[in-house]
């Protein structure tokens, strides 16, 4: 007998052997004993499929056939196992089966070695094979399943900010499947995208996922956009450093409790973003300027209130109107501090209160009427907010931006 006697010997029990490699390979490796995972029958089936065709490989020769063991690659991809433990259990059975083809050649003293160390060369170079498709199958499986589960968590995340989903079950049923709490806190994050297609905030999922802070992104043509679970006290905070150390510019929504309430929620987010001065990175919170919030929903009544308030300043030639402007800013940034005001524009107190009472005498209205001071600080915001990046028509940035000051030449 030589070793395809032996090989068609053993094949003969192979039903034993699949069922003694099943309870091998779930004794030592740990992946493999949950039940609900890879349960016992179907792994006793692969195991009694691959020892057929490798044995029926040593005594008929048969062609090297990877297809079952690409069935097997694919197979542990769809139920969650990792390809490292499916390769290790690969290499289990190839190890147990030429130790049941030893274990029998040792009953033929006619077998020679010089067979058994050709076997044993065979053997490896077939379990290289059937490792690679089984890791081949395994990857494109997983990348198959990952591509699904993304569109599948993409169009989960996009229903949950059109409002598509109302219902409080299938509401339930979303947070669960995008690992959300079902109540918050949550906000709501909108960032600039550079290009169509960027990532504004790259990686935020995860380093907000680090912080215990559960997240769902949405990446659109302009912005991206998402969902985050306040789930600790002071996830607001963490998750503020988190978002200004991405060097973005970004619009973050007040907090809110029903998932329903996530479409409105990026609307604020929205309305943030835009309120952002300058064109630099930033995070604006709609919380921390509520009026500027209400300014960048109403444009064309934000138009009007220009118009009525500010015009005799807006038709004074561009010098005059840029440091009018400019100083009321700043005025209204130093909380009506006609001395701070001078100092953040570098210049005499009496200076800023000369422009002061010019501004007066053009609108009409005296600066130190409340009423007064709240339609002139809403049309400021609206100036600002009616040219690209927050910059008047004369180029100014406002105050607190990231643009350097004007030239002492224009004030």
């Known amino acids: 007998m030589d070793l395809s ?11 034993e052997l699949g069922e003694r490699l099943a309870a091998r390979i779930r004794s030592d490796v740990k992946a493999y004993r949950d039940e609900s995972l890879i349960p016992f029958d179907s792994l006793r089936r692969s195991c009694t499929a691959n020892a057929d065709l490798v044995l029926r490989h040593f005594h008929r020769a048969a062609p090297q056939d990877p297809g079952p063991a690409r069935d097997t690659g694919r197979i542990r991809a769809e139920h969650g196992m ?40 065979e053997i490896w170079s077939l379990f290289g094979l059937y490792a690679e498709a089984v890791a081949e199958a395994h990857r494109e499986t ?9 569109a599948r968590r993409s169009a989960l995340v996009e229903a949950l900010f059109t409002g598509a989903i109302a219902d409080r079950t299938t509401l339930w049923e979303a947070a669960r499947e995008l690992g959300m709490p079902e109540r918050g806190p949550y906000a709501v994050v909108a960032a600039e995208s550079a290009a169509p297609g960027t990532e504004p905030l790259a990686g935020i999922e995860t380093a907000l996922r680090q912080a215990h802070l559960p997240s769902a992104w949405r990446l659109l043509p302009d912005q991206q956009i998402g969902l985050v679970a306040l789930t600790t006290p002071t996830a607001e905070n963490t998750g503020l450093r988190i978002l200004r150390r991405a ?15 996530t479409p409105q929620a990026l609307r604020f987010a929205r309305l943030a973003l835009a309120s952002l001065p300058g ?3 930033g995070v604006a919170r709609f919380d921390d300027n509520p009026l500027a919030m209400l300014v960048a929903a109403a444009p064309a009544e934000a138009a009007h ?13 561009a010098p005059e109107r840029a440091r009018l402007l400019e100083t009321l800013e700043h005025w209204f940034a130093a909380a009506g501090s ?26 009409g209205r005296a600066l130190s009427d409340p009423r007064t001071a709240a339609d002139l600080g809403a049309a400021l915001l609206a100036v600002r907010g009616s040219t690209p990046g927050g910059r008047g028509d004369d180029g100014s940035p406002p105050p607190g931006s990231t643009d350097s000051a004007l030239p002492p030449a224009s004030r």
């Open 5 to 15: 006697g032996v090989a068609a010997a053993i094949h003969a029990r192979r039903s």
């Open 82 to 121: 990792p390809l490292a433990d499916t390769l290790h259990a690969y290499r289990i059975g190839f190890e147990f089966l030429w130790s049941e083809i030893l274990k029998e050649a040792r009953t033929h003293p006619e077998v020679s070695d010089a067979e058994l160390v050709a076997g044993s060369a």
């Open 142 to 150: 997983s990348a198959e399943l990952s591509l699904q589960r993304e």
């Open 247 to 261: 060097h973005a510019r970004v619009g973050i929504s007040p907090g809110f409790h029903s998932l329903r309430d």
């Open 279 to 281: 064109t630099g990175p």
């Open 305 to 317: 209130l220009v118009t009525v308030t500010l015009k005799p300043v807006l038709d004074l030639p």
């Open 338 to 363: 006609a001395g701070d005001a001078a100092r953040s524009l570098f210049v005499h107190p009496n200076t800023v209160r000369y422009r002061l009472r010019r501004v007066e005498e053009l609108t």
